[in-house]
Every structure is written in structure tokens, then in C-alpha cells.
């Protein structure tokens, strides 16, 4: 059975500092999901990884996949409180179907 | 477009009771998820539905069932439930399978 280990579990952190979070997994990832969800809300899609050294950009957030499919980082640069919520990545492979293998998560808190 | 839809939002039930969960997905996706997320184990997967189908099943007891209809609409149910059972549940659509997954808001149960 896969694991996801994501840390921090909890970041609390003042507007415009920077911040990562990890996932590391027990075994190779087939694609790389990472989600934020905010309170009362399902997860929303931030991205999809699946080449290994991958480095994606969406705005302020920059997503790494480590050289052995096997870690992911995410960095936030100059955080604003509209990035509050709960940061999780996820496995979707083929082989699970729609099945996704989530982390626990990092909850983000930014103050401003 | 309309997002996912779950129906009811919150739900209050007793132990021994038994509920159903409502799930409209995006119009035109056939592909239908099921998720528990708690604070203990975090979000996992429950079951996978296309085309009226159940294609995947996650590692919940026989108390969980669920079932899709020709409109490609969900339903969970619970039967006999307990206190473990509180849980934000959350579902999910897609096109297809192995395409991406646009979840709902949660319907939220608290069984006292």
C-alpha cells in the first residue's frame, strides 16, 4: 500500500514570506496531483506532475518532482492570506483507476 | 457550467441509523468518485463509478455501498452507522476516467 508523508502539518506564517511543503512517497508516483482545499470546500486541482524533474509555475507557486518520482515540493513565494487552506498532494495512476492515494496534508495559515 | 453538487450539506444521524448521500456531477461527465475525509485518516477513497458501473472500491466494510443511475447521478449509503462514520464526504466527477476530477463542496455527517 502506497504512503504519502506530507510536511509540515501546520505552517503558520505572516503575508509575504516565502514557504515549502513536501510529499514524500513509499513508492514510485504514477502522476503527482497537489490540491488546495479551503474550509467547507472540496479540493481543487492546483496540478499534475508526471515527469520526474519536472518544475511547474502558477503564479506565486512553484511545483517540483523529484528526479525519482519518489518527492514533490511546493513553494509559495511572498504569501498572501488568499493562499490560506490545506495543501494536499495526491497519486492518480493508471493503475488505480480514478482512485487518488491522498496525503494527510499541510494546513497553511497566512496572517496578514 | 454548473460545479459538482452534493446534496444535503450537513446531516445529523444516531448511531444504528442509516443515510444517503446525493451527488450531481458536472453535466456531461460520467465518471463518479467517493471520498471520506476525516482528521484522523484524512481523505480516502471509497468507491469509482462510470457508466453506471462500479470499477473500484476502496478498503471500507460492506456498510458502504453506493450505486449510479443513467444520468450519471450518485448515491452513497451507510447502513447501521456509528461514530466513526463522521466524516465530511466528498465526491467527485470526470469526463472519463483517468481524467481530471472536479470534487464538490462535502456533505458534512455527524452521527451522535
Known sequence: TQLLEQSPQFLSIQEGENLTVYCNSSSVFSS?????????EGPVLLVTVVTGGEVKKLKRLTFQFGD???????HITAA??????????ADGGMEYGNKLVFGAGTILRVKS | KAGVTQTPRYLIKTRGQQVTLSC??????????????????GLQFLFEYFSETQRNKGNFPGRFSGRQFSNSRSEMNV???ELGDSALYLCASSLMVQETQYFGPGTRLLVL
Open chain 1, 80 to 89: 498572501q492570506p488568499g493562499d490560506t487552506g490545506l495543501y494536499l498532494c
Open chain 2, 79 to 81: 447502513s447501521t452507522l
Open chain 1, 68 to 74: 525519482a518520482r519518489k518527492d514533490s515540493s511546493l
Open chain 2, 24 to 41: 450531481s456531477p458536472i453535466s456531461g461527465h460520467r465518471s463518479v468518485s467517493w471520498y471520506q475525509q476525516t482528521p484522523g485518516q
Open chain 1, 32 to 40: 503527482l496531483q497537489w490540491y488546495r482545499q479551503e474550509p467547507g
